[in-house]
């Protein structure tokens, strides 16, 4: 462990923090889904990207429809009904102020959404001219360059006969380039293509004589009275509370009530670079009086290994003919290695179907019935836990979703049935908003081991998508203001999984519990603390031969974080983050984190600084701590921090002629009980790894 001297140093370092501005509410989001999926590498663009749209055309309180309203993922449907029913009694609202006036709305929910909203008269026109699209639409090109300094051992293949032979050095070079161009008019028409090489994927030659190895492109029109939207090339579907068909990524447990209930955006433009969570073909979202209907329809190649299997039998006669399958799929997106090479874009996806929807006044009703298929068998092996997973061509999953708001109370919930095993999977909860001082939310969800979908992210102690099976549960949360000043967010989850998993040889429990006290002295100023206790069931580390034992894994965390504006360009940002692991089979585990953050973004100047730096010590990579970085527009970055050294970055900004963006960030972590990093072909030989992203933006 790190002297405590100079933990009470660091502390010190700066005595006080907050300022609610708008680079921080994104970050603290990304932070909640970074903290579920526990991920250094998932693209958030689609899951930012309502947000990021807001901070440079805020949304018009006076002219937002619930829709508008439910996509920043800032409020809960209770305050939207309220602000709602606000301007149908008093009419629009004079200014921002008029808030403070709202039954269910807090000094904290206001200031959360004064970044992306404003107050105007004047309401925006409905229907406008192709020459008013093109003369008041934006266009947005994005280069991005991104490096590892180190070389890794990958890259480094003594010849090409060795190169062609093995599956442990990369085909290309250790850049990762990324473009992006997108015409946008409101958030009503979205025509974009995006392009992206991964580090040690070819480029221009070899299996990606194309140039990129990824491409994405959509052209999406949002509006009308009858025609809702209609999207075509790459596109999501969202259904209901995740459960049946939800591309993308999505938010679950935090220490937001908001985010317990999921608000589904029927069909939305793909933006990511993620290869696998999107849908390429075409959709439609229908409108008559209280009914809508999406149609949808996605064909497209994912990466599988193929193996081959002898047919013995065909109706009782033994004729013996090769057909191939699939024995696994491939979701990292990376084509680097012969392997990886061989398995692009073996199998092709298919995917269809519609989602009905009532909704009058507080009522939500909506049936969806989605297929899915592959055009080659899949055929993983069969393993005690996993035995009830999805194998074969093609399955149907059917869903019931619901959402019903009364006085202050909003219910919802989902109910879906997957055919391939016959089961089902259901999710019901409420949002009760006692009054603008205090918010609980209750969910309770049963998935039984057999239901499968190829994409889903419903609320689940994990917010992988393989995980919304095999799980039972329930989730209590409250937010609560104590004071004007003092605030608290908890929650407690206790869930139970009635079948085998993955590293876990019997049925088996946990629990998920944190409690975070928040101090808002004024709106420079924010302090806040918090404790989690997560405990899980996983295969003891010790074994005699035999089937291992299960044991309770027990981690907590402890943080502390302060921000302090100091003034208008300068915030300050210190956290200590302390973390424990238990079990019985192994030594109690411990981790420490410190970080402090810089920035300065002056009002007048075009230039912007983000700075970092942070020291760690941690036993093993058991007892990583995640924390996000400040980084060039879309891109996400939220590095592990384990074993024991330092880490800093320095982001810059330059901002030039209106149109122009330029990011350029360096960081480097230094280890120092580490002669090497990593293992097989990205090991380097080295204590010391580097990065280096380039970006650059020309919008007009």
């Not at 991104?146 to 006969?161: C, F, H, M, V």
């Not at 019901?428 to 190829?454: C, E, M, P, W």
């Amino acid at each position: 462990m790190l002297n405590k001297v100079l933990l009470i140093v660091f502390l010190v370092l700066n005595f006080l923090v907050f300022s609610q501005e708008k680079e921080l509410v994104i970050q603290q989001r990304i932070e909640f889904i970074s903290e579920q999926y526990e991920s250094e590498d998932i693209d958030l663009t689609d899951v930012m990207q309502v947000l990021q749209f807001r901070i440079s055309n805020p949304l018009n309180l006076n002219s937002a429809t619930k829709e508008d309203l439910e996509e920043l993922n800032l409020l809960t449907e209770i305050q939207i009904k309220d602000l709602l029913q606000h301007r149908v009694n008093y009419g629009k609202l004079i200014n921002i102020y008029e808030l403070q006036s709202l039954k269910y709305w807090d000094l904290e929910t206001i200031q959360l959404i004064l970044p992306f909203v404003k107050v105007e008269d004047r309401t925006e026109q409905l229907h406008v001219s192709f020459k008013e699209m093109l003369k008041k639409g934006r266009f947005d090109w994005f280069g991005r360059y991104q490096r590892i300094l180190e070389t890794k051992k990958g890259y480094t293949a003594p010849n090409d006969s060795v190169l062609k032979s093995s599956n442990s050095f990369y085909y290309g070079n250790p850049d990762k380039y990324y473009t992006r161009f997108r015409y946008s008019y409101r958030n009503n028409i979205s025509i974009g293509l995006t392009a992206e090489k991964d580090p040690g994927e070819q480029f221009f030659k070899g299996a990606q004589k194309q140039g990129f190895d990824f491409y994405s492109a959509h052209a999406f029109y949002k509006g009308g009275k009858y025609l809702k939207a209609v999207a075509i090339g790459d596109f999501q579907v969202q259904i209901g509370q995740g459960l049946n068909l939800w591309t993308g990524y999505a938010m679950g447990k935090t220490t937001d009530v908001v985010t317990t209930k999921k608000s589904a955006t029927p069909l939305k433009p793909y933006t990511s670079s993620d290869e696998m969570r999107f849908l390429r073909g075409a959709g439609v979202d229908l409108a008559y009086k209280s009914f809508q209907l999406t149609l949808f329809g996605s064909i497209k190649k994912i990466d599988g290994a193929v193996q081959s299997v002898d047919t013995t039998s065909i109706n009782d006669l033994e004729v013996y003919s090769p057909e191939e399958s699939i024995s696994s799929i491939s979701t990292s997106g990376l084509h680097r290695t012969n392997t990886e090479i061989a398995k692009k874009g073996s199998l092709t996806e298919f995917i269809y179907g519609g989602n009905l929807r009532f909704e009058r006044r507080n009522l939500h009703i909506g049936i969806a019935a989605v297929n899915w298929g592959y055009n080659k068998s899949y055929a993983k092996p069969i393993q005690a836990y996993n035995q009830f997973d999805f194998r074969g061509k093609n399955t149907t999953s059917i869903s019931l979703d619901y959402n019903y708001l009364i006085q202050n109370f909003n219910f919802f919930g989902e109910v879906s049935y997957s055919s391939f095993t016959n089961s089902w999977a259901t999710i019901h909860g409420v949002i009760i908003a006692l009054d603008n001082r205090a918010s609980l939310s209750f969910v309770y969800r049963n998935y039984q081991k057999g239901y499968n979908t190829f994409y889903n992210a419903a609320f689940a102690e994990s917010g992988r998508s393989e995980n919304t099976n095999n799980e039972n549960g329930i989730f209590s949360g409250l937010n609560l203001t104590i004071t004007n000043y003092l605030f608290l967010n908890t929650y407690f989850d206790l869930f139970q999984f009635p079948w085998l998993k993955y590293q876990v040889n019997k049925p088996s429990y946990g629990h998920d519990f944190l409690v975070q006290p928040i101090f808002k002295p004024n709106k420079r100023i924010e302090i806040y603390v918090r404790f989690r206790q997560h405990l899980r069931q996983k295969n003891s580390l010790l074994s005699d031969g035999s089937i291992k034992e299960v044991e309770e894994v027990m981690q907590r965390n402890y943080r502390f974080n302060i921000s302090y504006k100091v003034s208008g360009a300068f915030t300050l940002k210190s956290r200590v983050e302390f973390l424990t692991l238990n079990r019985l089979s192994n030594k109690t585990e411990k981790g420490i984190l410190l970080t402090q953050d810089i920035s300065y973004k002056p009002k007048k100047a075009p230039i912007e600084l983000a700075v970092r730096y942070a020291l760690f010590d941690t036993d093993s990579y058991n007892s990583r701590i995640y924390a996000v970085e400040s980084n060039a527009l879309y891109t996400y970055s939220v590095p592990a921090y384990y074993y024991q050294g330092s880490r800093a970055y320095l982001l810059f900004r330059l901002h030039l002629f209106k149109h122009i963006d330029l990011w350029v960030k360096y960081g480097v972590f230094l280890y120092n009980n580490r002669k090497n990093l990593g293992s097989g072909a990205e090991m380097i030989n080295n204590n010391r790894k580097q990065d280096l992203t380039i970006q650059l933006r020309v919008k007009f």
